[in-house]
């Protein structure tokens, strides 16, 4: 049933109205169909290499991350790199890259006039996936203020539209600002909150260094679950892989311990023998526990428990929580 008549009717639904969400995404948990989705991060902190593993393995239909992928063909428009340079980056990655996967160079500005122009024409030629390295290269009718919300609103609004003609999707390469002290991924996005706000997804790259081969991917997602993706480089291969999590039985008797006790507990604050009490701790020493615990914050952050030590009067005071939206996949 429809409220009104048109192309753009609402829908009417009750609670056991049947939907077809057998097609809906491209990458299954990250990234939808006819979505936009914001690679984010500072200068030279990896959004390039992050933009073409996943416009590879798409375009060539391999898993990202252990997701499922729907095979699906893409343009790669980098208007930051020639051409010989992504082709090069291309090369050193143990992924083939097939002939149909097409790319733009351009270093300069265009207009979304000509965006659009591309965009029409290749979607006529069945790509239906576009990689915009960067979204802040491409000009709009007017002079874009990216700190303001109606000027920001108005833009997206181009690139909803050009997803509803074309039957397409984006993922658009943008930076996130140099403060630390933002935590939130939305925040951390340069400009008007109505970007972040607008897209459907951001991938943030959280990485102190651009030499890290080890580094988070923040995932927040109004279509999917969130999620924080542990990931590293891998040397020889140069691709983006799952950092797993250790086993449990490779870990140290005590870590082991409290991995499997925290879940439970959620929560233990109090000096390290409170703590060994807490957990019924008779394999080592409070003191020889201390050491462990610092030893391993690490192997624990990793499995959702985090340790914080304050000074007290007399003892230190741990702190130890257990967050399972925090385990990293």
Known sequence: MKWMKGDNALKCYNINTKFDTSDKYIVENII??????????SPKKGKTMLGLNLGICINEGYSFLENNTVKTKVVYYCNELSGSLIQERIKNLDLRCSSDMKFYEGTSYITFDEFESIVKEDSQNGYKVFVV????????????????YNDTYE????????????????????????DNS?????EKVIGSQALSGSVDTIIAIDKAS??????SLNI?????????YQVKIDERKKTIELDKIDPIESLEPSIQKLVQIMPKKKEIEGTIVDICSSINLEIESPQQFGKTLNRNKEIL?????????????????????????????
């Open 133 to 148: 390295d960067t979204f802040s290269k491409i000009k709009y009718d007017r002079n874009y203020n990216a700190n303001d």
């Open 155 to 178: 833009v997206m609004s181009k690139y909803y539209s050009l997803i509803e003609k074309y039957n397409c999707t984006f993922i658009m390469m943008y930076h996130t600002k140099k």
């Open 301 to 329: 952050f990793k499995n959702g428990i985090t340790v914080n030590i304050k000074r007290g009067k007399n003892n230190n005071i741990y702190k130890i929580k257990y967050n399972p939206s925090d385990v990293m996949y």
């Open 182 to 186: 933002v935590k939130s991924v939305s």
């Open 220 to 228: 927040t997602s109004r279509l999917f679950e969130s999620k924080t």
């Open 32 to 41: 939808a169909k006819n979505s936009i989705t914001l690679i984010v991060a």
């Open 210 to 215: 651009e030499f890290d081969t080890e580094f």
